[in-house]
């Protein structure tokens, strides 16, 4: 079963940030914390992953919380074309990746 | 290396035929993941292979289904006498290897559509 928990739908105006959360109490230490996203009709893509630190990639921004119960993806600068459904993922090793139903971004124009 | 493969992208059956589908991972990706995704769902896990070996298998992954990985290379998955049940994307994914920090790359999916 997924181990975390994500709002089921969420809006966002075009061209502004978007921060997107995800709970995760259960956290051990050795789980990293992924984000996937899914554009419709396509398979998941990569978005970001980070363990303990904020992590910064060209496609978006991942904070984590102190305790890591918790983390926060950021889409700086929203565009339609981020319109997808987001799913955020722990990782340990050798454990198979588990989505869960993620969050439905819609971007308004 | 254009990503991971997966062909056919689309099969139409007959309920009661079998159906088999293929996932080139990227070369040189030891773990292979087969998954299963119904509309407005996250996708399933069904099994997944480091190199050869299968590593688990899914309660969701009846009798019906099967998955090889013959040389660590590319994956089949069958699935026998085909049940409407059965109608999905079947998803395939591949990482350079076990360790959590690296990201999987997934297929487009192949689309089965039990008739």
């Known amino acids: 079963d997924a181990k975390t928990t994500q709002p089921n739908s969420m809006e966002s105006n075009e061209e502004e940030p978007v921060h997107l959360p995800c709970n995760h109490s259960t956290i051990s230490g050795t789980d990293y914390i992924h984000w996937y996203r899914q554009l419709p009709s396509q398979g998941p893509e990569y978005v970001i992953h980070g363990l303990t630190s904020n992590v910064n990639n060209r496609m978006a921004s991942l904070a984590i919380a102190e305790d890591r119960k918790s983390s926060t993806l950021i889409l700086h600068r929203a565009t339609l074309r981020d319109a997808a459904v987001y799913y955020c993922i722990l990782r340990d090793r050798d454990d198979k990746i588990i989505f869960g139903k993620g969050t439905r971004l819609h971007i308004l124009p | 290396d254009t990503g991971v493969s997966q062909d056919p992208r689309h099969k139409i059956t007959k309920r009661g035929q079998n159906v088999t589908f293929r996932c080139d991972p990227i070369s040189e990706h030891n773990r292979l993941y087969w998954y299963r995704q119904t509309l407005g769902q996250g996708p399933e896990f069904l099994t997944y292979?480091?190199?050869?070996?299968?590593?688990?298998k899914s309660r969701l992954l009846s009798d019906r289904f099967s998955a090889e990985r013959p040389k660590g290379s590319f994956s089949t998955l069958e699935i026998q006498r085909t049940e409407q049940g059965d109608s999905a994307m079947y998803l395939c994914a591949s990482s350079v290897s076990d360790r959590a920090n690296t990201e999987a790359f997934f297929g487009q999916g192949t689309r089965l559509t039990v008739v």
């Open positions: 292979f480091q190199n050869e070996a299968q590593l688990e």
